[in-house]
């Protein structure tokens, strides 16, 4: 059980954290265009070519879809390619998506989260070019650069070019996190870089080939429309969710060190109206904050510990403050948590290593280590990956 001080501890750190990294959603969001709103740039060179699309709910310039734009425009989309969540961003995490029709358009939709992940060459044989469109949120875990991957890998193999419409990356203002170790590969996971790596999609599949992550010396033809008025210290608003559980800048914010919490015991908030802004857990019996997760269709049908209170730290009541962003993940939450749950042996579960992208995580936090020795342990890994970084930056670190 946390007791009550241990607790102060919670809304102390909670405090300090959400005043440093979260400008707690600001009013001074900076006014940024899109790769995608930059039509001038990308749609003469589409004339008379049959396009497909990777796209979701993200994909939009303004309020109309960028499917429904670029055919407006006269270009031929063949094919509409999704990632996890699907087409609308309604399928909640793991959630496995079929084959479907575009019901507005009429164009196939072929699923990249169900029973494959990667398109085949049937998938491709018709296409001249693959346009990538995907809001990302620029942490290692969240699946759309896995995606981005398997497109660029099924595109080099069948002789295919890609264009990534780039958009922000909300955290890619800093760094931060082990580097992925090469056996938790995994879906969640697919490269040696930290959990926070401060890149846009363009610059990211820009890393991939560089670095001959494709492998079997794949490279993909790649090319890319930047966006205009951004940088990496920008502050960028998300226009639309960009998944069912991320639904405020907040959650946005905190979700590179929430969602440790889904390799716990401890439940983040799925089930209720604040998901990736809480976290608790039935037998925190001392915490002062309590929820109860309940099913919610599309969102969390089953969440964890459905219909049972969970006690445990609110992450929100900072939202409205300013302040400078700090430059790093929180990892304290997750070292309170451990330390006051009451069945340690029962606190990780098997997740946690595809999410942390190593062992010594779990074993440093089990094993009494500091927040700064762990830390430190980190700290080589970041530097190698800036040194990696830096060769593929298409915006300015400011």
Same mark, same amino acid.
């Given at each position: 059980?946390?007791?009550?001080?241990?607790?102060?501890?919670?809304?102390?750190?909670?405090?300090?954290?959400?005043?440093?990294?979260?400008?707690?959603?600001?009013?001074?969001?900076?006014?940024?265009?899109?790769?995608?709103?930059?039509?001038?740039?990308? %749609?003469?060179? =589409?004339?008379? #070519?049959?396009?497909?699309? +990777?796209?979701?709910? !993200?994909?939009?310039? &303004?309020?109309?879809?960028? %499917?429904?734009? =670029?055919?407006? #425009?006269?270009?031929?989309? +063949?094919?509409?390619? !999704?990632?996890?969540? &699907?087409?609308?961003?309604?399928?909640?995490?793991?959630?496995?998506?079929?084959?479907?029709?575009?019901?507005?358009?009429?164009?196939?939709?072929?699923?990249?989260?169900?029973?494959?992940?990667?398109?085949?060459?049937?998938?491709?044989?018709?296409?001249?070019?693959?346009?990538?469109?995907?809001?990302?949120?620029?942490?290692?875990?969240?699946?759309?650069?896995?995606?981005?991957?398997?497109?660029?890998?099924?595109?080099?193999?069948?002789?295919?070019?890609?264009?990534?419409?780039?958009?922000?990356?909300?955290?890619?203002?800093?760094?931060?996190?082990?580097?992925?170790?090469?056996?938790?590969?995994?879906?969640?996971?697919?490269?040696?870089?930290?959990?926070?790596?401060?890149?846009?999609?363009?610059?990211?599949?820009?890393?991939?080939?560089?670095?001959?992550?494709?492998?079997?010396?794949?490279?993909?033809?790649?090319?890319?429309?930047?966006?205009?008025?951004?940088?990496?210290?920008?502050?960028?608003?998300?226009?639309?969710?960009?998944?069912?559980?991320?639904?405020?800048?907040?959650?946005?914010?905190?979700?590179?060190?929430?969602?440790?919490?889904?390799?716990?015991?401890?439940?983040?908030?799925?089930?209720?109206?604040?998901?990736?802004?809480?976290?608790?857990?039935?037998?925190?019996?001392?915490?002062?904050?309590?929820?109860?997760?309940?099913?919610?269709?599309?969102?969390?049908?089953?969440?964890?510990?459905?219909?049972?209170?969970?006690?445990?730290?609110?992450?929100?009541?900072?939202?409205?403050?300013?302040?400078?962003?700090?430059?790093?993940?929180?990892?304290?939450?997750?070292?309170?948590?451990?330390?006051?749950?009451?069945?340690?042996?029962?606190?990780?579960?098997?997740?946690?290593?595809?999410?942390?992208?190593?062992?010594?995580?779990?074993?440093?936090?089990?094993?009494?280590?500091?927040?700064?020795?762990?830390?430190?342990?980190?700290?080589?890994?970041?530097?190698?990956?800036?040194?990696?970084?830096?060769?593929?930056?298409?915006?300015?670190?400011?």
């Amino acid at each position: 059980m946390i007791h009550p001080l241990k607790m102060q501890r919670f809304i102390l750190t909670t405090g300090i954290f959400l005043a440093a990294v979260l400008m707690a959603c600001p009013q001074d969001y900076d006014k940024i265009i899109t790769g995608a709103e930059r039509t001038e740039s990308y %749609v003469p060179g =589409l004339k008379d #070519l049959n396009v497909a699309l +990777v796209i979701n709910q !993200t994909s939009v310039i &303004g309020d109309t879809r960028l %499917v429904d734009s =670029l055919l407006n #425009l006269g270009i031929n989309i +063949v094919t509409i390619f !999704t990632p996890e969540h &699907g087409l609308q961003g309604a399928a909640e995490a793991g959630e496995k998506i079929d084959n479907r029709t575009d019901p507005q358009t009429g164009i196939k939709v072929v699923s990249l989260y169900g029973d494959k992940r990667k398109p085949d060459p049937a998938d491709l044989s018709d296409i001249d070019l693959v346009i990538f469109d995907i809001q990302d949120v620029g942490t290692r875990f969240y699946t759309y650069i896995s995606t981005l991957h398997y497109i660029m890998q099924a595109c080099a193999e069948n002789g295919v070019g890609l264009l990534v419409l780039d958009r922000p990356n909300p955290n890619s203002f800093y760094v931060d996190g082990p580097v992925l170790e090469p056996e938790y590969r995994s879906f969640a996971g697919m490269h040696p870089v930290p959990v926070v790596y401060g890149m846009t999609m363009a610059e990211y599949a820009r890393m991939i080939n560089g670095e001959g992550w494709l492998g079997d010396n794949l490279t993909c033809c790649l090319s890319w429309v930047t966006c205009q008025g951004y940088d990496h210290s920008k502050k960028y608003r998300l226009p639309v969710n960009p998944s069912p559980n991320l639904r405020t800048m907040n959650a946005i914010y905190l979700y590179p060190s929430l969602c440790f919490f889904e390799g716990t015991a401890l439940s983040v908030g799925r089930g209720t109206d604040f998901p990736f802004e809480v976290f608790g857990h039935p037998d925190l019996q001392n915490a002062y904050f309590t929820f109860t997760p309940e099913s919610n269709p599309g969102t969390a049908a089953d969440p964890l510990f459905k219909g049972r209170e969970c006690r445990g730290a609110d992450l929100r009541f900072l939202r409205n403050q300013e302040s400078d962003r700090e430059k790093r993940i929180n990892i304290e939450w997750l070292m309170l948590a451990y330390e006051d749950f009451p069945d340690k042996e029962h606190f990780f579960n098997d997740y946690f290593e595809n999410l942390a992208g190593t062992r010594s995580l779990r074993e440093q936090i089990s094993n009494g280590w500091t927040e700064e020795k762990i830390r430190e342990s980190w700290r080589k890994g970041i530097q190698g990956f800036r040194t990696i970084r830096q060769k593929y930056l298409l915006y300015p670190d400011k």
